[in-house]
């Protein structure tokens, strides 16, 4: 049924489609008898609960970043099963992100090309919408409440020198209302952004939020997230900064700027251009991302994996590679709202 859906769906824009499907998901749960039945219909058979970050999640399956960049489809997501939801890439100040078009479909290789470049509402717009939708979910308890992490990052004209304060800011606001943290310097749709993960740059934010969040009364869990693109080198540079800094895990991997192996024509590929490519291609090599990090760390660093997860087999791969929790996204646009349900149902 959802294919048949999907190929409709897919005769329009990408970015267009999103916010008018999601849309009218909203107004369908704005139905209480409509939203038990979707709710009831996207329930997994089993409960998975995971434990992790001091922080029960009801199951391992969640959202990753940049689908709800400005927290405006909680109680929508939460409706088909998903564990955790990662709102943002959010920023100290709103910005429009890229040019349109910035979002492409690659069908034959069942992926995605974007460059959205962190389009937000800003950090303290979002803030505000979370403490609504928080105050409205007091009461749920025993796991059940929907966790949400802050995935935050720094605005375009800030300069990398900079770029700690706009994550000290992000930080900030966003500190009473989500649930963890996730630390973006790895998408390739900022400029310079990626710079940011040298190990210098990267000890200068990394430790200054931990010197923020150790402060707190109940500092809250912070996770970097890494680029499939980085050297080994790299790798072992990050894993012993995380160690240092006793970051509380990672997400691997973020879109990659690798095209190689693609069905899709270089002609197509061209005529598309810069941005960041996630979906079935990234499978393999965030996979490898993270068995490496996983062998290297003894199984020690919490890793949540993301990449190119479509099937139960798929995120059992993941798990198997090392991560405890997973991240769908573009997975969730191929496979339809079911993804949640038949992974859940499946993971041994």
């Not at 107004?27 to 001091?54: A, Q």
């Not at 939708?133 to 025993?142: G, S």
Request: glycine share 8%; proline share 5%; with cysteine.
């Amino acid at each position: 049924m959802y294919k048949i859906i999907r190929n409709f769906l897919f005769l329009f824009p990408a970015e267009s489609i999103h916010y008018f499907s999601m849309n009218v998901l909203k107004t369908l749960i704005g139905i209480p008898f409509i939203k038990k039945l979707i709710t009831r219909s996207f329930s997994s058979k089993h409960k998975k609960p995971v434990n992790v970050f001091g922080i029960q999640f009801k199951n391992p399956v969640g959202l990753g970043a940049g689908f709800d960049k400005n927290a405006l489809y909680l109680d929508e997501l939460e409706t088909l099963g998903f564990g955790f939801v990662e709102i943002g890439t959010v920023t100290p100040k709103p910005q429009p992100g890229n040019e349109k078009p910035r979002l492409f479909r690659l069908k034959k290789d069942q992926a995605l090309i974007n460059r959205m470049g962190f389009n937000n509402d800003g950090a303290g717009k979002i803030a505000g919408r979370l403490k609504e939708w928080n105050e409205k979910n007091t009461r749920k308890k025993n796991g059940s409440k929907l966790i949400i992490g802050g995935n935050i990052g720094k605005n375009k004209i800030t300069p990398n020198e900079d770029a700690w304060k706009d994550y000290e800011i992000c930080f900030n606001a966003l500190f009473d209302e989500v649930d963890y943290f996730v630390v973006n310097v790895s998408s390739p749709n900022t400029p310079g952004l990626r710079e940011l993960q040298e190990k210098e740059s990267l000890r200068k934010i990394l430790s200054h939020l931990q010197t923020l969040n150790k402060v707190k009364t109940n500092p809250k869990p912070i996770l970097l997230k890494i680029a499939p693109d980085l050297t080994q080198t790299q790798l072992d540079d990050v894993i012993d900064l995380v160690t240092e800094i006793k970051l509380d895990g990672l997400v691997a991997t973020n879109t990659t700027i690798n095209r190689k192996d693609l069905i899709t024509t270089t002609e197509k590929l061209d005529e598309i251009g810069a941005g960041g490519l996630s979906g079935k291609p990234l499978f393999k090599k965030s996979g490898e991302v993270i068995r490496y990090i996983h062998q290297k760390t003894n199984g020690q660093l919490p890793l949540m994996g993301s990449g190119g997860i479509f099937t139960p087999k798929d995120a059992q791969q993941k798990m198997n590679d090392g991560a405890v929790l997973i991240q769908v996204w573009t997975g969730f646009i191929y496979e339809g709202p079911a993804i949640v349900k038949n992974i859940c149902n499946a993971l041994k």
